[in-house]
T-cell receptor, first 113, second 116 residues
Framework: AAGVIQSPRHLIKEKRETATLKCYPIPRHDTVYWYQQGPGQDPQFLISFYEKMQSDKGSIPDRFSAQQFSDYHSELNMSSLELGDSALYFC????????????FGSGTQLSVL | QKEVEQNSGPLSVPEGAIASLNCTYSDRGSQSFFWYRQYSGKSPELIMSIYSNGDKEDGRFTAQLNKASQYVSLLIRDSQPSDSATYLCAGGGYNAGGTSYGKLTFGQGTILTVHP
């Protein structure tokens, strides 16, 4: 069965650089979520999109932005990277509507040096 | 106080035993609850979802929800070494329009070790 695809798997950046993370949801899933997970921490909700519109916003820094495209894939853009942005970034998708079961991608490990 | 709290771990049980994982939540607006399993460095994997008071069984897993007590639990019967992982409890809800809220709030996780 198709799963949530994230790219890249690993990303190394330097401070003040920018990064773009991509997410391809499970086919027919119209809702995408982004989570950030620091070492030993639980996943923290960043932002979500339903039918290409932002549906909810969590603890996402102003330096980050995201969008969902017409093919439902989503991109998380991160600018002016800081050391504290180093984390595992997960994308998840769901069928939306009343179905809140989230299926997670393998994540992107971002390291900011 | 976190919105979703899990009992402090780590939890260690012998193979074949029952592992009991507990979770409490503070937001009475939460309507749905989930248990995810996460292996180190891997993504969370959905194990169980529960929306109504009572028990829900799926194979070796049983989720229990008590909305009055704001309490969710997960029982793993006949624990296997492959069950060793971090278990995340998550709560969600619905927005006023009735469509999916989708923003899950996770607990801090309980590390489970099943030893042979």
């Amino acid at each position: 069965a198709a799963g949530v695809i994230q790219s890249p798997r690993h990303l190394i950046k330097e401070k003040r650089e920018t990064a773009t993370l991509k997410c391809y949801p499970i086919p027919r899933h119209d809702t995408v979520y982004w989570y950030q997970q620091g070492p030993g921490q639980d996943p923290q909700f960043l932002i979500s999109f339903y039918e290409k519109m932002q549906s909810d916003k969590g603890s996402i820094p102003d330096r980050f932005s995201a969008q969902q495209f017409s093919d439902y894939h989503s991109e998380l853009n991160m600018s002016s990277l800081e050391l504290g942005d180093s984390a595992l970034y997960f994308c998840a998708s769901s069928l939306g509507g009343l179905d809140e079961k989230l299926f997670f991608g393998s994540g992107t490990q971002l390291s900011v040096l | 106080q976190k919105e979703v709290e899990q009992n402090s771990g780590p939890l260690s049980v012998p193979e074949g035993a029952i592992a009991s994982l507990n979770c409490t939540y503070s937001d009475r607006g939460s309507q749905s609850f989930f248990w995810y399993r996460q292996y180190s460095g891997k993504s969370p994997e959905l194990i169980m979802s529960i929306y109504s008071n009572g028990d829900k069984e799926d194979g070796r897993f049983t989720a229990q929800l008590n909305k009055a007590s704001q309490y969710v639990s997960l029982l793993i019967r006949d624990s296997q070494p492959s069950d060793s992982a971090t278990y995340l409890c998550a709560g969600g809800g619905y927005n006023a329009g009735g469509t999916s809220y989708g923003k899950l709030t996770f607990g801090q996780g309980t590390i489970l070790t099943v030893h042979p």
